[in-house]
Every structure is written in C-alpha cells, then in structure tokens.
C-alpha cells in the first residue's frame, strides 16, 4: 500500500508518500481499498500540531473516505469484502488501504459516487449539527453564513435552505459568491470590497439574520454579531454565542448524529443538497491540495483520490 505520511510536525510540504506493507485487520476492524478520501481544513491543522487532536508521529492525516472493503477482522459482521463503504476516521485515509473500527464504518448509500460519499460525513455532519442543533434555524428565518464558499459553509446554506431559511452567503471573492449562489444562497455579501454590516442590515430590513453560522471565527466575527436581530446579542438583544464540535458530539450522541446523517441523505437524493467538489488530487499531491486549502484557493471540497 502506498501512504501520505507525517513522520515531524511542519507543513505541507514537509508529508512524505511511502510505501507500506498491506494492512491486516484486527478483531472488530476493518481494512478498506480507498477509492476517495475527503480534504477538510483541520488536516492542515493536524500535522502541523496545531490541532486539539495530536496523533502519535508518523501518521497518515485524512479523517473521512470511501472505498471497497478488503478485509474484515473477527467479529465485523454489518460489511463485508467487495462492500462499498464509507469510514469516519482519526486519521489515515491519505493512503491506498486504511484501518477502521468497525463502528465508524457504514454501507455506502445506492447512488452516490465514491468522491461525494467521500466529501460529505464531516462538512455535512458539523454543519447540520451546527445549523439545527447548536443555532437552531428554523423555517421562515434568515441565516447569514461566513465562509460560505469552504466545505462546511457550502453545506451550511443547503441546509439552511432544505429546512426552508433564507440564507445569506458571505464570502472574500465573487467567484467564491457564485458557487453560493449556485447552491442555493438567497443573497450574496463580497466582504472583502462591501462592508458587512452595512450590507446585512439592508438585506434584512434593519431586523438583522435570526442565525449567524461563522466556521472561521476571525476579523468578521464580532461585526457580524453586532449585526444579529433581536432574537437571537447578549446583553442587549437576548442573543446568544454557542460553539459547536460535532466530533464530539458524533462520539457522544451517535444515535442523533446517525439521524442527522439519515436525513441528509433523504435530501441528497431529492437533490435537496450535493456536495460541490472542486477539484481532486493524487496521492502524491496531497501536500498541494493542504496548500490550496490553506491559502483560501478551494471551493467546497477538494478530494484525494488515490
Ligand atoms: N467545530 C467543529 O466541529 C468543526 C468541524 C469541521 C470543521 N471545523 C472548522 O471549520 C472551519 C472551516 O472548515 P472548512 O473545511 O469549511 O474549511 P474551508 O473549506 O477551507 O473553508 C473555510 C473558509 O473560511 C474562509 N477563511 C477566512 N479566513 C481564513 C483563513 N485565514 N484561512 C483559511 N480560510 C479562511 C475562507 O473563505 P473566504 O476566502 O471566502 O473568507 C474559506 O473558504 C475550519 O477552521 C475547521 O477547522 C470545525
């Protein structure tokens, strides 16, 4: 098998692809052929021991893919070799094969390609947990979101709008506003040549979004609260500032993460949602593909496809 390795801690360009002796799986594992494994931001984060989570060096970054199962230890049961699969992991999936606990892998859904059951779990997951759980957004409502065009904003206005809000979308390039648009996003703001504040208050009236979803938590954050319509600032409006971490929560609530992952693949197949993948990468390219993605150049998501 060949693998992306971090062997020290440094940036991209420091990953190493290596070839490895083909995995065997343990009792209640699973190896798996990769066909596709998703991009995220945190993978950037990650080998570079930035991240909350620190794996033991070396290690394969890559936390989500989908592929065929090769082989399964004692006790796996729900899939087995010649399956297609999907698997949420640590880390890993830069490889060709990848080892998976049993319980963080599931049947890949009928009708879906490998690349987009590839690039759905984490964005997807955080941004239901995100939008539903955490914000709340409910139907008639207006959402704005920052970042709009990145893995978890893109998935944020889909399902801002197959729940029935209004979405603002707010970006730094008005070729990143176009994909929004193309997505769904009701109204678009160019924060790097508009001014934020401004532009929310005359797209909602004065009243302000009832939710602001940010995934970036940076120079727009604290404009972008001041905006927020009565409902929801603390202090003087009543509003509130929830965080969100859907690893978490996938962890300690599987059966409600489970149920939002089923209703998003309800929607994917009324075309409600569809992950929007920009661009795809061999193995040997995944150091540029963690540039591209953190120097603000992708759209949605980006996959490995080994
Ligand atoms: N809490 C959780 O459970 C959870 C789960 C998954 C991801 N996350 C976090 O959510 C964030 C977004 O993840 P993602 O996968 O959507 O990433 P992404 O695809 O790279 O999107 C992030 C977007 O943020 C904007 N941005 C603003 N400042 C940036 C900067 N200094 N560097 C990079 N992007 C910047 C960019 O949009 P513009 O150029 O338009 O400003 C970019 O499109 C990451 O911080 C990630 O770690 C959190």
Redesign the pocket.
């Known amino acids: 098998m060949k693998a992306v390795l971090c062997k020290a801690w440094g940036p991209p360009d420091s990953l190493v692809l290596e070839t490895l002796p083909d995995l065997v799986p343990g009792a209640g594992e699973v190896v798996i052929d990769v066909k596709a494994a998703g991009?995220?931001?945190?993978d950037?984060?990650i080998i570079q021991n930035k991240?909350q989570a620190k794996p033991q060096l070396p290690f394969s970054p890559g936390s989500e893919l989908a592929g065929v199962v090769n082989a399964v230890g004692e006790g796996v049961t729900h899939v087995k070799p010649g399956d297609n699969v999907i698997a949420y992991l640590g880390n890993g999936a830069f490889a060709s094969q990848a080892k998976a606990p049993a319980a963080a892998v599931v049947p890949m859904p009928p009708g879906i390609d490998f690349e987009t059951a590839a690039a759905f779990t984490?964005?997807y997951?955080?941004?239901h947990?995100?939008v539903i759980d955490r914000g709340e957004l409910k139907a008639g409502q207006t959402m704005l979101v920052?970042?709009?065009?990145?893995?978890?904003?893109?998935?944020a206005i889909e399902i801002g709008k197959a729940i029935g809000a209004r979405v603002i979308a707010?970006?730094?390039?008005d070729e990143?506003?176009a994909v929004c648009k193309d997505h769904g996003a009701d109204a678009l703001i160019n924060?790097?040549t508009e001014d934020l504040r401004e532009r929310v208050k005359a797209l909602t009236d004065g009243r302000g979004p009832d939710v602001i979803y940010d995934?970036?938590?940076?120079?727009?954050a604290e404009p972008a609260f001041r905006s927020i319509g009565w409902l929801n600032l603390a202090l003087l409006k009543g509003a509130s500032l929830v965080?969100?971490?859907?690893?978490?929560?996938a962890r300690r609530e599987p059966k409600a993460n489970q149920a939002n992952m089923a209703q998003m693949l309800g929607w994917m197949k009324e075309g409600k949602i569809r992950p929007h993948i920009s661009a795809r990468y061999a193995l040997e390219q995944a150091p540029q593909a963690l540039k591209d993605?953190?120097?603000?150049k992708?759209?949605?998501?980006?996959v490995i496809v080994p």
């Open positions: 991009v995220n931001f945190p950037v984060l991240y984490l964005t997951g955080t941004s947990h995100a920052l970042g709009a065009a990145g893995g978890v904003g893109l998935a707010a970006a730094s390039t990143k506003l924060y790097s995934p970036v938590g940076g120079i727009y965080g969100v971490f859907w690893g978490d929560f993605m953190e120097a603000r992708v759209t949605g998501k980006i």
